[in-house]
């Protein structure tokens, strides 16, 4: 069984950090591409940051270049995403899942960013 479990979420002021982490289990980690998604409040899930099988590769939304930071851990199957300067605009609840043909959503961690 495919899962995720995400953490490090919380409610933090603009300007600050914050550093998400997610732990998969029920698939070959280490040959998957991961991903960080984003859904805000009323709003379609989106991806934020992508970073392939070996860590080698990072790509991120527009929104995100040069504050985000995403990484990997393969031998923990976890993938993290560093979240610097923060914005009222990350706020929502934030999801990890494989880049291509993501399934079995865990229930994701919620980010506040408050002015």
């Known amino acids: 069984q495919v899962q995720f479990v995400e953490s490090g979420g919380g409610l933090v002021q603009v300007g600050e950090s914050l550093r998400l982490s997610c732990t998969a289990s029920g698939f070959t980690f280490s040959r998957r591409d991961m991903a960080w998604y984003r859904q805000a409040p009323g709003k379609d899930r989106d991806l934020v940051a992508h970073i392939s099988a070996l860590g080698t590769y990072t790509n991120y939304a527009d929104s995100v270049k040069g504050r985000f930071i995403i990484s990997r851990d393969n031998a923990k199957n976890t993938v993290y995403l560093q979240m610097n300067s923060l914005k009222p605009e990350d706020t929502g609840d934030y999801y990890c899942?494989?880049?291509?043909?993501?399934?079995?959503w865990g229930q994701g961690t919620q980010v506040t960013v408050s002015s």
């Open positions: 899942n494989t880049y291509t043909r993501p399934i079995n």
